[in-house]
């Protein structure tokens, strides 16, 4: 047990500094592709450059080529493919978070008493894995973040904040309702990962709803397959109204997001 | 005033016409014949052990002059008569409610009335001839009567195989308990004039240790047989569960009793223990008692097995306190032994009164779901929401939690362990801390116990058919467990009043009045006492000391232990203050909750259940699983046996069924009853082969021995 001790004073504090400063180092995130749109000759080659995209997150509009960020799994397929080289670049940050609210309105649905305490139910509606091991790491040191004021409760009793991770299986579905039927108002509905979003790699099908917003209204939406841990910290600060959610286009008429459709 | 004697004869008399009236009557008026007689004869001897017990003018009755013993004599000082005011206690709620109880199909169908009414008044009288018995010779008659009624009592059901198996166990060890009593009489007696307590004591005087020792320890394993101490308590969680509800409430409310007024009458007022050593014994038997009685209280899921458990703790914790009281009082601290002996009498009208209600608690909910297993009982206070209050309150005394009695005497006696440091001798504090400890861990495993006790059967959902078609008993059944409850917070919140009758009594021992030390007279002070000068009197007035002077009898509200100059207060607290701040504070809450939320919009939603469809009474928590961590940390005790059976499919990587069963041998019986067991059959195998069968051989055994004989006689 000393070692721990030992070791802890050792390494010295090793949390990140973000939201003060920016966090830079390398690998916190997948990124996404940038330098939108690309004008392309000829509808045809626009379209033609859209299809290598698996989720349908590219779109040709005429002769251009648009990005529909929510529903990007960082797959590398526009980088890689050689037929119609789109050439973009990549970018590294992570602040994503999407809502379909503005800031102001969003700091209002839980006032100043939830700024630094939050509590999260973390709903897994059919998740492969990948966006809860994420959230896992937002609970150790390098994240850490109970700093922020960010708590995860077993219990939607106590929850204010139903993060939904997966897309939205039929036999979650009555879960789902239950749990957020039981959080006190005020509550709120995060939107973990393109799954979540619209159905992801797994699109609607029998067995699937695709997005959780189909069922219940979305607050904020996480892009990213899996968002990165700070994704998750940037969405859960922009819910209280700490920072600005990040500017991206929804793309859908809907309130709530995208529709699997 | 009633002449308590005259009552006492009017209490004979009712009780042999409960005898007469139940042989007589049929079935049906039998049983409002055994509530009236019942409960008014309890109501006589309430009231002569009532009036004894506050006017302290001890009667006497002699009875036949038997030649060469000497004369059989009835005498009530207030040793005896705070026994029968307990037994009256329980006696008198336990005849309403039997009326009803004995009701029950199973024992309609089967069983007569008349042989329970008679036994049940013979009890009683026997119970009550054994309190007030003066010399050995009545003494021993009453034990015995008692021993044998209360064996018929427990073995009602004796169409059923372990009834009877656990009613000749008891009956068995009780009995060998009685040849140690005897025994122990004998040796008393052997230098005595007569057979009269007095002549007894006199004859104690000049006893030599080696004899004190030997009377000691018969009587205290003899005595401690019928209390339910460790190591010859495995009888009582075998009757209990087998016994009739009503007849458990008496059992553990006044027959355990039985023996401790047994280990008083013998070792502090007959023969007082002279040696700190056998005050030590009385110590640690009384702990490792109870802290195996909450062990095992804690892991069982049969209401009564369990309650039967918890009497064996609750027996050791007042032990405990008799042993304190002895050690000190042998090491010449008189205040602090008064204080242990005061901490356990109230423990030992406490744990009655809690015991016998909830005992009549779980026969309620066993007469009303037929079923005793906390596994699958629950959701009872919907439909049985009176029951639960009033099992609720025995659970919150018998957990110890303020403002109930149990309280007060577990804290008493847990401050008069913390009291060792004023002893001298090193071995003794060590025992004393480990004993300290132990009944710390015990008072926190009761809570955990109880908890469980109470959550598993009367809250969350009825985990069987049976549970959820039960109903609220009648109001006679209602109404015995109200009196007791009544009776819980009552001891609990006047201690200031209970503490000088207990005094009283004790001094019938200890000679010495100590109650000056436990409940500073702030109400009557500072008129003409040393001890509570004018200025002690008025720094405490400002802490509320003195609140209610004006108008309520008596010395005071707190209960406060006073030490040196160095250490003014060593203890001090008032369940009768903190009762009223208690229901301010949860009233005032109340109010204010009410007022600030007076306007908020109400959400109401069902249960959340963890996202389930549907919520099955088997998916829920049970008994066993809340108790289960006990039952892990404390393997090292249960020593479980395992049986694991598990199917595969045919690939044999999966399992598709496991059946775990677990079995537990209490732990006495394994290793102390298990290998005398094992010894006397070896023994009796050894024997057995000098058994050939052929008769010459025989006729050789008889040579041999006659030889021997003569050879022995010719030596001499």
């Given amino acids: 047990m000393w070692e721990w001790v030992w070791e802890g004073i050792r390494s010295g504090i090793v949390t990140t500094a973000y939201p003060a400063r920016e966090e830079t180092a390398s690998g916190v995130s997948p990124g996404f592709p940038t330098d939108l749109p690309r004008t392309f000759a000829a509808a045809g080659e626009a379209s033609v450059a859209a299809s290598c995209c698996p989720t349908e997150a590219l779109l040709s509009e005429d002769q251009q080529v648009v990005l529909r960020e929510p529903r990007c799994i960082h797959c590398y397929r526009c980088l890689r493919q050689t037929e119609t080289p789109l050439a973009w670049q990549w970018q590294g940050n992570y602040e994503w978070a999407v809502s379909p609210h503005p800031r102001v309105e969003l700091a209002k649905k839980f006032g100043r008493s939830f700024r630094r305490s939050l509590h999260l139910r973390i709903l897994d509606a059919g998740a492969c894995g990948a966006c809860l091991s994420e959230i896992e790491q937002l609970n150790k040191p390098y994240y850490n973040m109970h700093r922020l004021g960010f708590f995860v409760t077993p219990t939607p009793r106590d929850a204010d904040v139903l993060v939904v991770a997966g897309p939205m299986t039929e036999h979650m579905r009555q879960p789902l309702l239950s749990a957020y039927e039981a959080m006190p108002t005020p509550k709120a509905v995060l939107a973990l990962g393109a799954c979540a979003i619209f159905g992801g790699v797994f699109g609607t099908s029998f067995a699937s709803m695709g997005g959780v917003a189909s069922l219940i209204p979305v607050d904020i939406l996480v892009p990213g397959c899996p968002p990165p841990p700070l994704a998750i910290l ?7 109204g700490r920072v600005e959610p990040a500017a991206c286009e929804l793309n859908s008429s809907s309130p709530g997001g995208e529709r699997g459709d | 005033m009633i002449d308590p004697k005259r009552l006492f004869f009017l209490f004979l008399i009712l009780c042999g016409a409960g005898v007469v009236l139940a042989a007589l009557l049929p079935r049906r008026a039998n049983r409002v014949v055994l509530a009236w007689i019942g409960s008014l004869s309890s109501l006589t ?7 004894v017990l506050l006017s302290g003018q001890a009667w006497q009755v002699d009875l036949w002059n038997i030649w060469s013993l000497g004369p059989m004599v009835l005498k009530m000082d207030r040793l005896s008569a705070l026994f029968v005011f307990i037994a009256g206690l ?6 309403i409610f039997s009326a009803s109880y004995m009701n029950l199909p199973k024992y309609v169908k089967r069983y007569g009335f008349k042989s329970f009414g008679i036994y049940y008044h013979l009890l009683l009288a026997a119970i009550v001839l054994l309190l007030v018995a003066g010399d050995m010779l009545s003494f021993l008659l009453a034990w015995e009567a008692m021993s044998i009624f209360s064996y018929l009592l427990v073995n009602y059901e004796h169409e059923k195989e372990d009834t009877t198996k656990a009613g000749y166990l008891m009956l068995s060890l009780g009995e060998a308990g009685t040849i140690a009593v005897v025994l122990a009489f004998f040796l008393l007696a052997r230098t005595a004039t007569g057979l009269d307590f007095p002549a007894l004591r006199a004859a104690a005087a000049g006893m030599g240790q080696a004899s004190a020792w030997a009377i000691f320890l018969l009587s205290f394993f003899g005595f401690g047989v019928k209390a339910g101490l460790v190591p010859t308590n495995i009888w009582l969680p075998l009757a209990h569960p087998a016994a009739p509800s009503n007849v458990s409430a008496i059992l553990s409310g006044v027959i355990l009793n039985l023996g401790l007024y047994g280990i008083v009458r013998f070792n502090a007022d007959l023969l007082p223990v002279k040696d700190i050593g056998a005050g030590a014994i009385v110590l640690i038997v009384g702990s490792i008692s109870a802290l195996v009685g909450i062990l095992y209280a804690v892991i069982r899921n049969d209401m009564k097995e369990m309650l039967a458990h918890s009497s064996i703790e609750n027996i050791g914790i007042i032990t405990a306190g008799l042993g304190a009281g002895f050690i000190f009082r042998i090491a010449g601290l008189p205040a602090l032994a008064g204080i242990a002996f005061i901490a356990a009498f109230y423990h030992l009208l406490n744990h009655s009164l809690y015991k016998a209600l909830l005992f009549l608690g779980a026969g309620a909910v066993d007469y009303s779901a037929g079923e005793r ?34 309280f007060v005497s577990e804290w008493l006696t847990l401050q008069t362990m913390l009291r060792s440091v004023e002893l001298s001798s090193m071995g003794i504090k060590i025992i004393f801390a480990l004993c300290a ?17 109470f959550a598993m059967s009367f809250l969350g959902l009825a985990r069987s ?6 109903v609220e008993v009648n109001r006679s059944m209602q109404a015995p467990m109200a009196i007791l409850a009544l009776c819980c917070l009552l001891f609990g919140i006047l201690p200031t009043y209970v503490i000088p009758v207990l005094d009283n009594t004790i001094a019938t021992f200890t000679h010495e009045h100590m109650v000056d030390e436990l409940v500073p007279p702030f109400f009557t002070a500072p008129q003409g006492n040393a001890r509570f000068p004018q200025e002690f009197v ?7 000391a003195q609140v209610g002077r004006t108008f309520l009898p008596g010395q005071g509200l707190v209960v406060m232990h006073r030490g040196t100059e160095h250490n003014p207060v060593v203890y001090a607290m008032s369940t009768s203050y903190t009762f009223v701040v208690l229901i301010l504070l949860m009233g005032g809450s109340l109010i204010l909750f009410r007022v600030l939320t007076r306007s908020r919009k109400v959400d109401r939603g069902p249960v959340w259940a963890g996202g389930v469809r549907q919520l099955l009474p088997k998916m829920t928590y049970t008994a066993t699983g809340f108790s289960n961590p006990v039952r892990v940390i404390f393997e090292a005790v249960f020593r479980p046996v395992i049986f694991d059976e598990m199917r595969e ?30 010894l006397g059959r070896w023994l009796a195998a050894l024997l057995g082969k000098i058994h050939s069968g052929s008769v010459n051989l025989y006729a050789a055994y008889i040579l041999i021995s006659l030889g021997i004989v003569l050879i022995i006689q010719r030596l001499m």
């Fill in chain 2, 538 to 544: 008025s720094e405490f007035h400002d802490l509320g």
């Fill in chain 1, 234 to 240: 940037h969405a859960l600060l922009a819910l209280i």
């Fill in chain 2, 45 to 51: 001897i309430l009231w002569v052990g009532g009036a």
């Fill in chain 2, 649 to 678: 499919t045919v690939a044999e990587h999966f399992l598709i069924a496991v059946k775990s069963q677990r079995q537990e041998v209490y732990i006495l019986e394994r290793t102390m009853f298990s290998p005398l067991a094992r």
């Fill in chain 2, 90 to 95: 329980v006696f008198l709620p336990v005849s």
């Fill in chain 2, 373 to 406: 297993n906390m596994d699958r009982l629950g959701g009872l206070i919907r439909v049985m929401p009176w029951t639960s209050l009033f099992f609720l309150v025995g659970a919150l005394s018998i957990a110890a939690l303020p403002p109930f009695n149990g």
């Fill in chain 2, 437 to 453: 400890a132990a009944l710390a861990l015990t008072a926190a495993l009761a809570v955990t116990c109880f908890v469980k006790a």
């Fill in chain 2, 465 to 470: 058919p049976k549970a959820s078609k039960a």
